[in-house]
Nanobody, 121 residues
Framework: QVQLMESGGGLVQPGGSLRLSCAAS????????MGWYRQAPGKQRELVAA???????NYADSVKGRFTISRDNAKNTVYLQMNSLKPEDTAVYYC???????????????WGQGTQVTVSS
């Protein structure tokens, strides 16, 4: 079994910054892609940013230039640095990881529990 533990959400004023973290633990052989989705009230879940094990990144157009995704493979952790936050960034942010599990070396998609980010004055 694998668990993803998120941290770093909260309330911030427009123009402010937050850093989200997501640490994976458990029966991990290797982690391939990791990333973040978000879901605002009444909207579908959308991809925010993703990063491969080699460090290649992909961003939603709405966050390019403001958000930066990174990872520490030694710690099985992915980060999302969010700068110049806007009210429309308000959402629950979910991390995910494509994990090759030790039990059978299959790739399984795991999700974090979600962390609330609220951008408001």
């Amino acid at each position: 079994q694998v668990q993803l533990m998120e941290s770093g959400g909260g309330l911030v004023q427009p123009g402010g910054s937050l850093r989200l973290s997501c640490a994976a633990s458990g029966s991990i052989f290797r982690i391939n892609a990791m990333g973040w989705y978000r879901q605002a009230p009444g909207k579908q879940r959308e991809l925010v940013a993703a990063i491969t094990s080699g460090g290649n990144t992909n961003y939603a157009d709405s966050v390019k230039g403001r958000f930066t995704i990174s990872r520490d493979n030694a710690k099985n952790t992915v980060y999302l640095q969010m700068n110049s936050l806007k009210p429309e960034d308000t959402a629950v942010y979910y991390c995910y990881a494509n994990v090759v599990v030790t039990s059978n070396l299959r790739t399984v998609l795991y999700w974090g529990q979600g962390t609330q980010v609220t951008v408001s004055s």
